[in-house]
């Protein structure tokens, strides 16, 4: 049995990565679906290396779903304001 920490640990990455899925840009790839499989597929884990395991392997989803939200940001900016230099140089 998972001690009550990690138990909290694993709560709150699940409610993070359920609320990054929210935002998810292809609705086809249906995130909220695969996040509750994996964390279902892992529920009866009791050694605590292979818990630790599947927590690091949610944090690292985690990271990058944030790392694919910046891109995201910064490739709708980059269209907004195109590359383009002044006549002039500002002084």
């Known amino acids: 049995m998972a001690s009550t920490q990690t138990r909290l640990r694993v ?13 998810y840009p292809d609705p086809a790839y249906n995130f909220h679906k695969k996040l509750r499989g994996l964390f279902e597929k892992n529920r009866n884990l009791t050694d605590p290396q292979e818990i630790e395991k599947a927590i690091r392997l949610g944090e690292y989803i985690r990271n990058e779903t944030l790392a694919l939200y910046s891109l995201r940001k910064y ?17």
């Open 11 to 23: 709560i709150a990455l699940y409610k993070e990565l359920h609320r990054l899925g929210r935002d």
């Open 75 to 91: 490739r709708h900016l980059k269209r907004m304001y195109p590359n383009e230099s002044p006549a002039e140089p500002l002084p």
